[in-house]
């Protein structure tokens, strides 16, 4: 069971009341000179007010749950001082806020207003968090700087940390901060402040995430001005704390973080609450580090309006906690202080129901969401990455003749990991929002080394990023610590604040440690918020096998997970031309994107191209023809490119038969268009991928081929693609696993000869 020591001041056992010398000052004056820790006797009351006003608004909504006119509740019930007290000791509009759902206090505080919530908790069109899309308590509230929050536990911490690095970066480099045109700049107004803190809150359940772990060690490590508050109401649903947290104290655990600050605290009482975060505030607004506050409270209301705490509470322990209930208790303060009388407090009460009422009556008027409206904000609405804008030329350099007459040779063709590194380095010239970071990705974390000229730097286990810390600096390239979520994570809270993040990610095969932030969060940010907030980051990733010797671990495709993924952009290049105009359209875009190398084709001899120039861009969602034929489409993408090709040169060898063979680029979106002008033509088509062939992207282009192209084929539609295992390690069972020339010509054979 928690233990702690800080004694709650509404108990009266730590009555330091400050009183100010007497001047010439009212009578009402002279009551509001007796502070209690700071706080002043008006802000007393105040907070009563807000607290009162968030615990009717949950039992508004529970009432209206009960009628079946909202759909969904759970309460900030219990938790209502250290949010209040929160929202105190912060600048609203000007801190930056990742609260959790039991943060109705705090938003309160902050400024959204009742009828705002119960918005939301109608499922409103004009819910200002969702447009209807949420539940209730899922805050979001652009103008306050509360940002778009989610149901899963914990995703926010790291968002909030990489929120925290996007203020100290523009601190440092304002001149990022400017608005441009021409790319997702236009669209992303930066506001920041010299000295702006990240609050982040979240349960005692939630300490158990990994991705909390990994947030406390990036802010502790980096002294970041996030404050995490931990609201501690000993349950997380049924689970007790004792089982969440070894020794059932997160603070005893967390204690040793470097650079922190740390309160535990009632967070009943308002009054000790709100001096325990004003130091924890003042801490990382001084730029000392982090802080860590703990705060104890109860759960008067079960989890949520699906839970009955009886089934795991006995009444001891539920009477226990309601003796601490911090609405009763400050109400009795005040009259015990002689600060408000019943009647006075009875007034206020009943103004703080005429007002939950007005606002329930509204909100229950208020329109639906436009059934056709759940299609907005899937993607940008400003930036289209299919269209024109980013349709360039390459600008390569025309062979010169010097004056001596010898004609200069062309540029020298380059590698795809080649034109990568240029691509970044152009792109990170151009836009000093750009960040680079993941693991391994710096020149040499150590920098006295590279000062020192003692070593050449490393750059990447694959050197994509080789370079790129020497020219701009530890500050937006560097190592992030062995953890995917971290990258991620951090990632989304940057790219929140209008950093564009392009952050690496080793392998494919260890992308899953961020599935969550990459599933719920990343793709999700501007949908679930209506377009009220967004986090256009780009996710490289290298991936895909035929690496003789990658086996399991190694070789991994899985693109299909992702493409599943409405909001997110999914790009697979096959070459070092495309490579360099998909990123740059990446980055520029408006839009998160998980940008896929294949490690085979980053120094692979197919596929490679002189240098395009500083603004070679390649749309989204345009296939190449990289094969004109008759006979058979085949569609592909990525390595199998240059396998398929090989294969098409065959069948034409010996058999006289020609494959059109189509490129997709960009998996999502994908180019129908050619897909079906191509199909239209040969009348037979194989959807050929690395992947594993059950469940696979192919899966996705061949039912959409019968669907609506079956009058148009003379053949099955044929899928060519890995086993249904992973990749072995011995060069023999890979050839036997992953797709080879030879699959793809026996198949075009086949469908040829229909
Ligand atoms: C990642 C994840 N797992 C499970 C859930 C389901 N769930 C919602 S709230 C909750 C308990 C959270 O407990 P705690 O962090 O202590 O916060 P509290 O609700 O007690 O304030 C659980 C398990 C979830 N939303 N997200
Ligand atoms: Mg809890």
Not at 213 to 232: G, H, I, T
Not at 308 to 325: I, N, S, T, V, W
Not at 442 to 458: M, P, T
Request: glycine fraction near 8%; aromatic fraction near 8%; proline fraction near 6%.
């Amino acid at each position: 069971m928690a233990s702690y020591h800080r004694v709650g001041f509404l108990r009266g056992e730590m009555a330091t009341v400050k009183t100010e010398p007497k001047g010439s000052s009212t009578a009402i004056e002279d009551r509001n000179e007796k502070t209690y820790e700071g706080l002043t006797q008006q802000q007393l009351i105040d907070a009563y007010r807000t607290m009162y006003l968030s615990r009717k608004l949950d039992d508004r909504e529970i009432l209206l749950k009960r009628q079946q006119k909202i759909f969904f509740q759970i309460s900030g019930a219990g938790h209502e001082a250290i949010g209040v007290a929160a929202a105190l000791a912060l600048k609203p509009a000007y801190d930056w806020f990742y609260p959790y759902y039991r943060d109705r206090a705090l938003c309160l505080t902050l400024g959204a207003t009742p009828l705002e919530m119960l918005l939301q908790a109608v499922g409103a069109a004009d819910d200002p968090s969702s447009g209807g899309r949420q539940m209730p308590s899922h805050w979001g509230y652009n103008r306050l700087n509360v940002v778009t929050q989610s149901s899963p536990t914990g995703t926010q911490i790291l968002q909030a940390v990489g929120c925290a690095e996007a203020g100290l970066y523009y601190a440092r480099h304002p001149e990022a901060a400017r608005r441009a045109t021409g790319d997702y700049r236009e669209f992303k107004d930066v506001k920041f402040q010299q000295d702006e803190v990240t609050y982040v809150s979240l349960g005692d359940g939630t300490t158990s995430e990994g991705e909390f772990w990994e947030a406390l060690n990036s802010a502790s490590n980096r002294k970041l001005p996030v404050v995490f508050v931990v609201q501690d109401n000993e349950y997380a649903i049924s689970v007790p704390v004792e089982v969440q947290t070894a020794g059932g104290n997160i603070s005893r655990l967390v204690a040793n973080y470097p650079n922190f600050h740390f309160e535990e605290v009632d967070g009943t009482d308002p009054v000790s609450s709100h001096a325990a975060m004003t130091r924890a505030v003042a801490h990382a607004r001084a730029r000392r580090g982090p802080a860590f506050v703990h705060a104890h409270v109860i759960r008067p209301y079960s989890h949520s309006l699906s839970d009955d705490e009886r089934l795991y509470r006995p009444d001891e322990e539920r009477q226990r906690d309601a003796a601490r209930d911090p609405i009763t208790r400050l109400r009795s303060f005040l009259g015990r202080e002689g600060i408000l009388d019943d009647k006075g407090i009875s007034r206020m009460e009943k103004e703080v129901e005429q007002q939950v009422q007005e606002a329930t009556d509204r909100a229950l008027e208020a329109a639906p969401p436009a059934k056709n409206s759940f299609a907005n904000f899937v993607y940008s609405p400003n930036l289209d990455p299919t269209s024109s804008a980013f349709d360039t030329q390459p600008a390569i350099a025309p062979p010169q003749v010097p004056t001596d007459g010898e004609p200069k040779k062309a540029p020298p063709p380059k590698t795809m990991a080649d034109l990568i590194n240029s691509c970044l380095k152009d792109e990170m010239r151009r836009d000093e929002r750009i960040v680079i970071f993941g693991e391994d990705v710096a020149d040499c974390s150590r920098e006295q080394y590279l000062q020192q000229k003692l070593i050449k730097g490393k750059g990447g286990v694959f050197k994509l990023t080789s370079g790129l810390q020497c020219e701009f600096g530890s500050d937006r390239v560097f190592n992030s610590p062995l953890a995917e979520a971290n990258i991620v994570g951090r990632a989304v809270g940057m790219a929140t604040r209008g950093l564009k993040p392009v952050v690496e990610i080793q392998f494919f095969d260890y992308i899953w440690p961020a599935m969550m932030q990459l599933r719920d969060e990343l793709p999700l940010i501007r949908w679930r918020s209506n377009n009220g907030f967004s986090a256009p980051a780009v996710i490289r990733v290298a991936i895909g096998g035929y690496l003789t010797g990658g086996a399991i671990y190694h070789s991994q495709c899985g693109e299909s997970i992702f493409t599943h993924i409405p909001g997110l952009r999914v790009v697979f290049p096959s070459n070092a031309l495309d490579a360099a105009g998909l990123l740059r359209t990446a980055i520029r875009g408006d839009d998160p994107v998980l940008f896929l190398e294949h490690k085979r084709l980053y120094r692979e001899t197919f596929g490679r191209a002189p240098y395009p120039g500083p603004d070679f861009m390649i749309p989204f969602g345009k296939a190449k023809v990289v094969n004109p034929g008759h006979h058979v489409t085949v569609i592909t993408y990525g390595a199998v490119v240059p396998r398929a090709m090989q294969a098409a040169q065959k069948l034409q060898r010996e058999h006289g038969l020609s494959v059109e063979l189509v490129d997709l680029r960009t998996l999502n979106p994908y180019d129908w268009e050619t897909i079906s002008t191509s199909v239209k033509k040969t009348n037979r088509v194989i959807v050929a991928y690395e992947d594993s062939l059950s469940w696979g992207y192919g899966a996705e282009i061949a039912a959409r081929v019968a669907d609506e192209l079956f009058e148009h084929l003379d053949a099955p539609v044929r899928r060519v693609a890995a086993k249904d295992t992973f990749v072995g390690y011995h060069p023999q069972l890979e050839n036997a696993i992953l797709p080879q020339a030879e699959d793809l010509l026996r198949a075009m054979k086949e469908l040829a000869q229909y």
